[in-house]
């Protein structure tokens, strides 16, 4: 299923994070509703070359998001284990960087 994004500008949904989530009811709502948009795409396959990746069967699917204040909105094979492999390294590089910075001068930085 091909995705296409499309601008909006009549939309009630900000593309720019403003740092704060909609209302919990609309967040769950969302991923709720992309769950179901994308279950069935079975496109794409597994990479092989990772033996902890070709393990996994290709038919687990789930959506997840964590707010800064610990809320949790799910959908789907969210508690199936697994490894998310090089998606952790934007967040294990912020992780260190601000650690390495502090909070304030990293806010700075990064928005510049």
């Known amino acids: 299923m091909p995705m296409k994004f499309q601008l909006d500008e009549t939309s009630d949904l900000s593309i720019i994070s403003t740092g704060h989530l909609p209302p ?31 393990r ?7 959506l997840c998001i964590v707010a800064t204040d610990g809320s949790f909105y799910s959908a789907g094979d969210t508690l199936v284990p697994f490894t998310i492999m090089s998606v952790s390294k934007p967040f294990v590089a912020v ?6 910075r502090g909070f304030k001068k990293s806010a700075r930085e990064l928005e510049s």
């Open 56 to 62: 996994v069967p290709g038919h687990f699917f789930g």
């Open 95 to 100: 992780i260190v960087y601000v650690g390495l």
């Open 24 to 54: 919990a009811e609309r967040v769950q709502a969302l991923v709720d509703a992309a769950y179901e948009r994308y279950k069935s795409n079975n496109e794409g396959r597994n990479a092989q070359h990772y033996p902890a990746l070709a």
